[in-house]
């Protein structure tokens, strides 16, 4: 994924990307777990770092480990950050790597009162991926911590599908994004439906998903850690 460009084709692709990172960062904020003062909270896929700058406004008292297995995503996450006013009081611990390589580092299994996850678990493939990402999720989240999980979902079949494929491709347009690069910024994505979430993680320790909202395909759930 190319850093370049990334913010402005993903707010040409999702309705509502401007304020995604906000939403996913105050609904976090107020958790049973992570709203205590000086919580310990993992950016999963952090990319260029949209949560990352709304955490630091919202929540400069959070201690930050922000995450990403691309060296390229990181370095403009780090740039970014490191032009924003409020991270001067913020702590951000910076770790290139997979949350699956992360939980088996001393110390990560249990310690994070809150985890934010969006638009990452669309790009693996329901090959055991998906489960393996969501389970070292759950590990590294306190019993009872909630993670925000944002992503691209297969529709429900519904005579309204076809008018919500077109919308869609109406956003996109309007958004200035043309034909080619519109198929371009939905290939490599491998969404799932509501029933097979609901089964991934529960086998990965969460309870049912509970969706905070929804445009279009794309849906915000917050998920609590079985205690
Ligand atoms: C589409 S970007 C989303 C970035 C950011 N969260 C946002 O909302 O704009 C997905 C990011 O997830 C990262 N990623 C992919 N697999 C991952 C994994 N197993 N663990 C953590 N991050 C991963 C990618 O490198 C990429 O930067």
Same mark, same amino acid.
């Given at each position: ?28 904020? /107020? ?14 896929? /952090? ?47 910076? !770790? !290139? ?7 088996? !580092? ?33 590990? /590294? ?39 080619? +690069? ?44 079985? +205690?």
């Amino acid at each position: 994924m190319n850093p370049a460009g990334y913010d402005r084709l993903q707010s040409q692709v999702i309705p509502g990307y401007g304020s995604l990172a906000r939403l996913a960062v105050a609904l976090l904020s /107020c958790s049973p777990e992570a709203r205590a003062t000086g919580s310990e909270v993992l950016v999963a896929g /952090c990319g260029t770092g949209a949560e990352l700058l709304e955490a630091v406004a919202q929540r400069p008292d959070w201690q930050l480990t922000a995450l990403d297995p691309s060296a390229e995503m990181l370095a403009e996450s780090q740039q970014r950050l490191s032009n924003a006013p409020a991270t001067a009081s913020a702590a951000i611990r910076w !770790q !290139q790597s997979t949350v699956e390589d992360l939980v088996n !580092q001393t110390g990560m299994e249990g310690r994070f009162s809150g985890g934010l996850s969006v638009l990452v678990l669309q790009s693996l493939p329901d090959d055991g991926s998906k489960l393996a990402f969501l389970s070292a999720l759950a590990r /590294c989240l306190k019993p009872g911590a909630q993670l925000v999980l944002v992503d691209l979902m297969r529709s429900a079949q519904s005579s309204l599908e076809p008018q919500l494929d077109a919308a869609w491709l109406a956003f996109q347009a309007a958004s200035g994004l043309d034909a080619s +690069a519109a198929l371009g910024a939905s290939q490599g994505l491998h969404p799932i439906g509501l029933a097979r979430l609901t089964s991934l993680v529960n086998a990965a320790g969460f309870g049912d998903p509970a969706r905070i909202f929804q445009a279009l395909g794309f849906e915000g759930f917050l998920l609590q850690k079985q +205690a």
